[in-house]
């Protein structure tokens, strides 16, 4: 065998075994990340709604208005309301709504958001405790993930793992598990994560952040394995320079 072909053989090994030891770290990482069976982007629902029954005299907003604190949603009128009004059993104002002097009742949004699933229209008559709307209170989004974990990986779960959030056009956001909760079935934890990030922006990402898009979740599990630090190291240096 000439020269150059050991020279050759060697290299080649060279390449085999640096192929099978990044390929080895690879599958040492995915092995350390669980993906998420479901998640979706989500706000803070406030409902609205009445203790009283009665007909709506009017409804002053629309589905997907952005509303302020104090701002009138929407006008009742209720004939137990104002016998309780009669006989001073109501609190004319509160953060959720008011009463004028004739009994009617305005409901006023709580918080500062989106208005959503309106179920009622001028006219209409509604029950007590019936919820006519809800309020996303503008920001706070954040991500609901469910996930499948054996026990083994729900013990490698740290508070406030890293978890890889991919919008629908791919683009990633960096967020932290907030919440478990997790429910035991057939063996495995069936957990559903709550996910924050302050790059959960209302309307960002050309509108794709926003409640209800689907999103993929990854969250990061505690690495137990031998050759947690060199992966760790790989996976790092390739996010520091781009890739």
């Known amino acids: ?53 009665g007909t709506v005299l009017d409804r002053l907003v629309d589905d997907g208005d952005q509303v302020r604190a104090g701002q009138a949603l929407f ?20 953060v959720a709504y008011s009463v004028a002097d004739d009994g009617v009742l305005t409901l006023t949004a709580s918080v500062d958001g989106t208005l959503t699933d309106i179920t009622t229209e001028r006219g209409s008559f509604v029950q007590a405790g019936q919820v006519l709307a809800v309020i996303d209170k503008t920001g706070s989004l954040f991500v609901s993930a469910d996930f499948v974990l054996t026990s083994g990986d729900y013990a490698r779960i740290e508070p406030g793992a890293a978890v890889d959030i991919v919008l629908p056009n791919q683009a990633r956001v960096a967020g932290t598990m907030d919440t478990l909760d997790v ?10 994560a709550k996910v924050v990030s302050p790059d959960l922006v209302d309307g960002a990402a050309n509108g794709l952040i926003a409640p209800g898009t ?24 390739l996010r520091t320079i781009g890739l």
Do not use: C, H
């Open 75 to 94: 006008t009742l009128q209720s004939p137990t309301l104002q016998a309780d009004l009669a006989e001073g059993l109501v609190t004319v104002d509160s």
């Open 183 to 192: 429910q035991t079935a057939d063996g495995q934890a069936e957990t559903t």
């Open 1 to 53: 065998m000439t020269w150059a072909n050991r020279f050759k053989l060697l290299v080649g090994l060279v390449a085999v075994v640096g192929i099978v030891a990044v390929l080895t770290l690879v599958f040492n990482q995915r092995q350390a990340q669980v993906m998420s069976a479901s998640a979706s982007i989500q706000a803070a629902e406030y409902p609205v709604g009445s203790d009283y029954g």
């Open 214 to 237: 689907p999103v993929t979740a990854t969250i990061a599990l505690r690495d137990d394995g031998l050759l947690a630090g060199a992966s760790d190291g790989l996976f790092s240096f």
